[in-house]
């Protein structure tokens, strides 16, 4: 029974990468022509991989510099983000831009911004994909104030010419974070802030992939506001639990920082000057797992945007995939 489920785990995780029902129809398909900036990192590949597969034309913006190589049907563009004509050039014609730039380069995506406006670009989604800033809490986080100026930027353009937004939340990875966030399945080891009793919203990187696609194919519902999106709400420990089942429950080096700790620490570094991932720990984990801080949704857009929600199942399959890897 149990090696049942396991099997129906990994075959429906299959399905979790290529879910062929979840599809969102192409007679529905409305911005066709999109551009990724910062189509090369941690979150890019899913988000391009999601737009092929849905039958959008993609162009990917790359620094001049940067050497990475696209997947196939692709059409990729060097720019510099420092230049309004190189992006304004590489943007002509396109319906939507979606940024995934870091947010050390965040001051890159205002002048995409700019030149998203001046090319005719109808709707930018911003560089978000994690925390919501709505929350107060969260917005008093210094690590998104990049963010928050985006969507006042944003906002503001939305009232004066013909550029919309959508900005879209999604907590936490869950692959990238069960691999090289908040734990390290093949290396045993899980950081459980405040216990890992905190439920959570948290998304793969495929299906933030297709809350981009469903944005953009639902572009009068996702006009102008935040959309929410979550495969599963879970917590740490929850999730701890699963995976020792998966891997057998010995070796498992489990720390319990405080993230009231590690926020006042970030607090002290970030006021000296320091913006390096040992300051910004402390910011992601209040507004990932810190009570108050909206780290869990209430209410999300998946119907919307044709995202299941994951059951336990799957997870245990996605873990059982991460470990076998
Ligand atoms: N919720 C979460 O758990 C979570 C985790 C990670 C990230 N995020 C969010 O997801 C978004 C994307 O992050 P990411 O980790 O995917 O980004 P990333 O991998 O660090 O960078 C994405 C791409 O941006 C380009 N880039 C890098 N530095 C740049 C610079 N200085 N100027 C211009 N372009 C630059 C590079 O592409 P080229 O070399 O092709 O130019 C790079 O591959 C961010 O908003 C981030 O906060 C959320």
Redesign the pocket.
């Known amino acids: 029974m149990a090696e049942y489920a396991e099997i129906t785990s990994i075959s429906m995780l299959t399905s979790f990468s290529e879910p062929e029902e979840t599809t969102i129809s192409s007679k529905t398909r409305y911005m066709s022509k999109v551009v990724v ?8 590949p899913s988000i391009i991989d999601q737009l092929l597969k849905n039958g959008f034309d993609v162009t ?4 001049q ?4 190589i696209f997947p196939e049907g692709v059409k990729v563009r060097h720019v510099d ?1 420092t230049s309004r004509d190189s992006l304004c050039s590489a943007l002509a014609g396109k319906n939507a831009v979606v ?10 995506q205002t002048l995409l911004i700019e030149a998203a406006v001046a090319a005719g670009v109808q709707r930018f989604i ?6 919501d800033t709505t929350n107060p809490n969260c917005a008093l986080l210094p690590l998104f104030q990049n ?1 928050i100026l985006a969507h006042e930027m944003l906002k503001e353009k939305a009232t004066q010419c013909g550029l919309s937004y959508t900005i879209i939340y ?4 869950l692959d ?2 069960m691999k090289h ?1 908040f734990m390290n399945i093949k290396g045993k080891f899980i950081d459980l802030y405040n216990n890992g009793d905190q439920i959570f919203s ?2 793969t990187l495929p299906s933030i992939g297709r809350a981009v696609c469903g944005v953009l194919m639902k572009p009068i519902e996702t006009r102008n506001r935040v959309v929410r999106v979550h495969d599963i709400a879970t917590t740490q420990k929850r999730i701890l639990s699963m995976a020792k089942r998966v891997t057998g429950p010995y070796g498992w080096m489990v720390n319990k920082p405080s993230i009231e700790d590690m926020l006042s620490n970030s607090f002290t570094a970030y006021w000296q000057g320091m913006q390096d991932v040992d300051t910004t720990a402390g910011f ?1 984990a209040a507004a ?1 797992w810190g009570r108050g801080y909206g780290g869990v949704f209430e209410q999300t857009d998946n119907e919307l945007l044709g995202i299941p929600m994951m059951s336990e199942d799957v997870l245990r399959g996605l873990i059982h995939f991460l470990w076998e890897q």
Do not use: M, Q
């Open positions: 900036a910062g189509a090369s990192g941690n979150l890019g990917v913006l790359s620094r510099s940067s050497s990475h983000y940024s995934a730039l870091p947010t050390h380069a965040l001051d890159c911003p560089s978000e994909f994690g925390s963010k999604t907590g936490p990875f990238w974070g966030g948290t998304t992601i990932s």
